[in-house]
């Protein structure tokens, strides 16, 4: 695959689920997120890449990990094509082939402006592995599903502590099962283990992503849903049986796929950061 045709597929493919989404159809969308919670380390364009050439990948990495893991990828396996950062210098970039720009990157262009030695970040398309189509060492398990956030939960109510974030219970919320008022997190008491961890989630969200200056177009509707998929992405993540996301999200971007962007990408470095915060 060449780096312009990544770019098509990510693009094709946000073309239709914006279009999906605003037509009241979510489950192209929960695919996407369940893709995320797999995969949050990667760039919301290769997240898109996997999910569209492996939906029911679990795990990868590039031939030469595979091997240094004591595994080794199966003769006549196709590799999952995604886009990877090259660094160039100006006076390469005549010569360089036409490649995926850093919006949809793991890695944002740059400049270092060293003169005539300024280098710049483009991609390149390479090739990983998923686990299924390998042999070798056994890995460790994964997460699975259950009913039980176990160790997260106290894993992620210190991040909220290392945040600077105030956590506390109350016996009524006026309705609600969380609150996030910039500082202070306030959770329902005696909501079950997997029920809090989620709401704990949610709200933490809120305070990464909408606390301070917010994004031009946001509304409360908007926020309320990008902490819900976010939520989404870091449960299925640490094995919790999620539910579904939102079927009622992106219909509030009537098909603006810049706008959708911002958002997928903004829920990825959410629920990212709070994923890095809460692993072992």
Known sequence: ????????????????????????????????????????????????????????????????????????????????????????????????????????????????????????????????????QTDGEPLPEFAKVTGDPGDYAERLKGLVNQLSIELKYQEDLGGALGLSSGGLIRIKAGLDPAEEFQVLAHELAHEILHQGEGRAGSTKTSRELEAEAVAFVVSQAVGLDAGTASSDYIQLYKGDKDRLTQSLDAIRKAAGTILEGIAQ
């Open 1 to 132: 695959m060449k780096t312009e045709d990544a770019k098509g597929l990510i693009d094709r493919q946000l073309d239709c689920l914006s279009e999906a989404l605003d037509a009241g159809k979510s489950e192209q969308f929960n695919a996407f997120l369940s893709t995320m919670a797999r995969f949050h380390r990667y760039s919301l364009g290769n997240v898109i890449l996997i999910m569209c050439q492996a939906p029911e990948a679990t795990h990868v990495a590039g031939f030469h990990t595979w091997k240094s893991l004591g595994r080794f990828v199966k003769s006549g396996e196709k590799g999952i094509a995604i886009l990877a950062p090259m660094l160039l210098k100006s006076r390469d970039e005549a010569s360089a082939p036409d490649l995926q720009s850093a919006s949809f990157s793991d890695t944002s262009s740059a400049s270092d402006n060293r003169g005539e030695d300024e280098r710049h970040i483009r991609f390149r398309v390479v090739y990983i592995f998923d686990v299924s």
